[in-house]
T-cell receptor
Framework: TQLLEQSPQFLSIQEGENLTVYCNSS?????LQWYRQEPGEGPVLLVT?????EVKKLKRLTFQFGDARKDSSLHITAAQPGDTGLYLC????????????FGKGTRLHILP | DTAVSQTPKYLVTQMGNDKSIKCEQNLGHDTMYWYKQDSKKFLKIMFS???????INETVPNRFSPKSPDKAHLNLHINSLELGDSAVYFCASSPTGTENTEAFFGQGTRLTVV
């Protein structure tokens, strides 16, 4: 069974600070997604990374896929209160029955 | 138009009852899923289904059963509800035949068993 470990589980920082959230696994993933979930809503896809070493940017969010495709990071620059939410990484395994599995999430709270 | 819609959004019911949650997607996707999100917000896959095969997470009790009348629908039936079934259940869909499997989620159904 492939597992995704996210860290930290909780993060509370001041507006304007930078932060990084990590998603690690001992398994190789064919692709990895980052989702954001707000209270009372379903997760919403932010980005998909596919190639080892790939970096994608979404405004103040920078996503990186590890060279070995076992880990990923999400870096937020100058965090805003609107960034508050639950951030989930998810991966699709390389085996036929390895559907999308999720990490346990990082709950981010940005203080104004 | 809502891409993935679930009904009801809230469901309160007594132990022992049988209930269903409906899910519909208008994205033309071939694969649909049911996830359970526990109180700690951990999303755990229950089922994945396309029009060819059903893959069941072996930890899911057989009181839970997916029913798919057509490609756009995947309903979740739960028999003999238990207190521990209380959670938020999410339906999702994804395209197949593409390199990346990205899931599109419904808004969730908060099930409370009393």
């Amino acid at each position: 069974t492939q597992l995704l470990e996210q860290s930290p589980q909780f993060l509370s920082i001041q507006e304007g600070e930078n932060l990084t959230v990590y998603c690690n696994s001992s398994s190789v993933f064919s692709s990895l997604q980052w989702y954001r979930q707000e209270p009372g809503e379903g997760p919403v896809l932010l980005v998909t990374v596919v190639t080892g070493g790939e970096v994608k940017k979404l405004k103040r969010l920078t996503f990186q896929f590890g060279d070995a495709r076992k880990d990923s990071s999400l870096h937020i620059t100058a965090a805003q209160p609107g960034d508050t939410g639950l951030y989930l990484c998810a991966g699709e395994g390389r085996n036929r029955d390895d559907k999308i599995i999720f990490g346990k999430g990082t709950r981010l709270h940005i203080l104004p | 138009d809502t891409a993935v819609s679930q009904t009801p959004k809230y469901l309160v019911t007594q132990m022992g009852n049988d209930k269903s949650i409906k899910c519909e997607q208008n994205l033309g996707h071939d694969t649909m899923y049911w996830y359970k999100q526990d109180s700690k917000k951990f999303l755990k896959i229950m089922f994945s289904y396309n029009n060819k095969e059903l893959i069941i997470n072996e930890t899911v009790p057989n009181r839970f059963s997916p029913k798919s009348p057509d490609k756009a629908h995947l309903n979740l039936h739960i028999n003999s509800l238990e207190l521990g079934d209380s959670a938020v259940y999410f339906c999702a869909s994804s395209p197949t035949g593409t390199e990346n499997t990205e899931a599109f989620f419904g808004q969730g159904t908060r099930l409370t068993v009393v």
